[in-house]
Structure formats: structure tokens, C-alpha cells
């Protein structure tokens, strides 16, 4: 494609995916998967430029729930243990083959608001998709308490964040307004369920779709992007 003389050649053009998630939708960790898949495979892959934002499936969830989380989902719809059981086994399955390994026998069922907040003091020190990563690791495989705020701090820590700062200010706090206004532009954008990602501020994908579907339509966008300037 010639440049045109006072506009940037398309290898510059950047391309903004929003990206709306829970750490604790088993789901959210498979998209990640996929669509890191599909940026991977993205002709301007470099050209990408990630936001996490948050979401709640359920916020009437307690900090800790005392119970598995067959017994949480199967109360929450309605399902019997069997049912659940045959869910949790099915989504396993797929997050095994994106390299996940999913231990849903320990996971420990919290609600995510405040490590909802430790992301969003991660995003704002650089560290969103890494903070990210670990929640949802730390969730869906190794068991760990992520509504427990020592737990979080040493998450945040492990990344070279400031535990100590980060402490003082959840206990203060703070970045629950930027969860809320998260929560509420998904509620504005018709956002139902997670994971849903938003590329170019016009385009939504919804779910965890395989990764050609996120490479086709970067592709497609991006080219739209290009053909506008």
C-alpha cells in the first residue's frame, strides 16, 4: 500500500481493544488465552494497544464464600450438583487445551471487587495485564484466596508493586470508583456477560471465540482504520 505524503504508513496505525472481565469468570481466562492467541497472528500484532476493564457476574457474592464452587453454581442457577459438575468438567476441558489448568476442586469462591481494585492499581503503574494474569492464575488454578487482601498484596508485590502503598490504600478505599465506572460503561454498552471485547470503540466480540475469530476481525478493522485516514 503507497504512503500518502502527510499521513502515517499503516505499520503505525494503532488499533485499541477494550476489554471487559472478571477474575473470577473461568471464561475470561480462556479469552485472554485466545485473543493473545489471536494478536499473536496479526499481521500489526505490535500495533495493539490492550485496557482492562472491570466487571462483576456477581456482586452479592460475599469476600468468602463457605463452600465449593459446584455448590456456589449450583445454587445460583438453579442446577444440580450433576449438572454443575458436567459445566466445571467442560470448561476444564477447554481451558486445557489453551494451557490453562484449572483446579476447581480448591478454588476458593470470593468476591472479586477488591482484586478488582488491585488491578486497577496495577493498570495505573503499568502492570494491568500483568496483575491480570496473576489474579486469574491465582484463582482458577492455584487455589488461592483472592478476596483475601494479604494474599492480594503479595500478588502486587511479586510484581515489584508497592505492597505497603497499595495496603493503605484499599484499606482507604480507593479505585473502588473506577471499578463502579467500569461496571456502569459496561451497563451503559449492553454488556451482559464476560468476557467482551470492544475493538476501535465500534466493535464488539463477545465470549471466549476462538483466536482466528479475534485475528480476522483485528485484521478487518485495522484495515477499515487505514482505509479512513
Not at 457476574?57 to 449450583?74: Q, V
Not at 468438567?89 to 469462591?109: P, R, S
Not at 492480594?152 to 463502579?180: F, K, T, W
Request: charged residues 20%.
Amino acid at each position: 500500500m503507497s504512503e500518502i505524503i502527510g499521513e502515517q504508513p499503516a505499520e503505525s496505525k494503532r488499533l485499541r481493544v477494550d476489554i471487559f472481565s472478571d477474575i473470577a469468570c473461568p471464561w475470561c481466562f480462556i479469552g485472554k488465552r485466545r485473543f493473545e492467541q489471536g494478536v499473536e497472528s496479526f499481521e500489526y500484532s505490535q500495533n495493539v494497544d490492550v485496557y482492562w476493564h472491570a466487571y462483576q457476574l456477581d456482586p452479592s457474592l460475599p469476600d468468602n464464600y463457605d463452600g465449593s464452587e459446584a455448590e456456589y453454581l449450583s445454587k445460583m442457577k438453579g442446577l444440580d450438583q450433576s449438572q454443575v459438575q458436567q459445566m466445571l468438567q467442560h470448561v476444564t476441558a477447554q481451558a486445557a487445551e489453551e494451557g490453562l489448568a484449572y483446579d476447581f476442586e480448591n478454588l476458593k469462591v470470593a468476591n472479586s471487587f477488591t482484586a478488582l481494585r488491585v488491578l486497577e492499581y496495577a493498570k495505573q503503574h503499568g502492570a494491568g495485564n500483568e496483575m491480570k494474569e496473576l489474579l486469574l492464575s491465582a484463582h482458577f488454578e492455584k487455589g488461592l484466596d483472592t478476596g483475601n487482601v494479604q494474599t492480594l498484596l503479595e500478588l502486587a508485590g511479586s510484581l515489584g508493586l508497592d505492597a505497603q502503598e497499595l495496603g493503605a490504600q484499599i484499606e482507604a478505599g480507593a479505585y473502588a470508583e473506577e471499578v463502579n465506572a467500569d461496571i456502569s460503561q459496561a451497563q451503559q454498552l449492553g454488556i451482559s456477560g464476560v468476557p467482551f471485547f470492544v475493538l476501535d470503540g465500534k466493535y464488539g466480540i463477545s465470549g471466549a471465540q476462538p483466536a482466528e475469530v479475534f485475528s480476522n476481525a483485528l485484521t478487518q478493522v485495522y484495515a477499515e482504520n487505514v482505509q479512513a485516514q
